[in-house]
């Protein structure tokens, strides 16, 4: 692994230290019982999902609150220059001035970054750009083409489903814990983008899709809860990205190892290329062994 310079560890502490200090708590009125069989079932994020998709609290703050932020804004500000290089590699600038970008990006007031620093025209977050990076990469290596069919393994609060459907007008199937897809749902329309996606309990049950994506959450479920991935969505689809970290969560959850889903996925008929090391990988990635699935 290449060594970070002091800057760089300045920057994503001092970014560690602002998190810590500006992340928000949800009102002690907000709760709802956790789901077990993935790793953010156990943890708080989905009762601020919850609370945001019933009105309990507004958008306006969404992306402080500290459930929110452990969950979806844990890229630091050497992980979005990072994206922000390979938007800019990619001959892709114009979208870092995009307004409907710039205000999908802004939604639930995230942590900002000074815009010197990340190398982009406006301060953003890291995670934000990592979703446009993401986006356009699908796109630019024809993963998902234009008005593809998409379906998302955790979703977060919908960032890349909203990202996708402004670079690719593409339509997401939302895959995740039911207060997690109304949360996106609700972030989507905030948006104006409420035809981009469907909740998972309207999905066909029988459709192909053009991509499946998962950043993370794959491999951060049970076994049983990834065989019904495998078998609803996987094997369905044409294309498929999987970012793992089995590496940190495989063990903890009862989920697969790297090799495992390497296996499973060749069993299901999807020949997918296993990369260590890949283009996409933030100094997160690189530090946490992720891998790349790719198909």
Not at 200 to 205: F, H, R, T, V, Y
Not at 221 to 239: F, G, N, P, V
Request: contains cysteine.
């Amino acid at each position: 692994m290449t060594s970070r310079s002091f800057f760089d560890r300045l920057q994503d502490r001092l970014w560690t230290v602002r998190l810590q200090r500006e992340a928000l708590d949800l009102p002690s009125s907000v709760g709802c019982a956790a789901m077990g069989g993935s790793i953010s079932g156990e943890m708080a994020w989905p009762q601020a999902c919850a609370a945001l998709a019933d009105g309990l609290i507004s958008s306006e703050h969404f992306r402080r609150f500290r459930a929110v932020v452990d969950v979806v804004e844990t890229l630091g500000p050497c992980d979005g220059r990072h994206h922000a290089r390979l938007i800019r590699a990619a001959g892709h600038e114009d979208w870092l001035e995009d307004v409907k970008m710039l205000d999908l990006s802004s939604w639930g007031d995230p942590m900002l970054w000074p815009n010197v620093l990340l190398g982009v025209p406006h301060a953003m977050a890291p995670t934000s750009l990592r979703y446009l990076s993401h986006a356009l990469w699908l796109r630019d290596q024809g993963l998902i083409p234009d008005k593809g069919r998409v379906v998302e393994i955790g979703v977060g609060y919908g960032g890349l489903a909203g990202v996708n459907a402004l670079v690719s007008d593409t339509k997401t199937t939302l895959v995740d814990l039911p207060d997690v897809e109304r949360a996106a749902m609700r972030m989507l329309r905030e948006n104006d983008l409420q035809h981009a996606a469907i909740p998972s309990a309207q999905s066909e049950g029988q459709e192909m899709f053009d991509c499946v994506i998962s950043n993370y959450a794959f491999t951060e479920l049970s076994i049983e809860l990834q065989d019904e991935m495998l078998t609803k969505y996987i094997a369905r689809s044409r294309h498929g990205m999987i970012l793992s970290n089995a590496e940190v969560f495989s063990q903890q959850i009862g989920g697969r190892s790297n090799d495992q889903i390497l296996s499973a996925l060749r069993a299901h008929g999807v020949t997918a290329s296993y990369h260590a090391e890949h283009p996409l990988f933030s100094p997160a990635d690189r530090a946490t062994g992720s891998v790349l699935f790719v198909w």
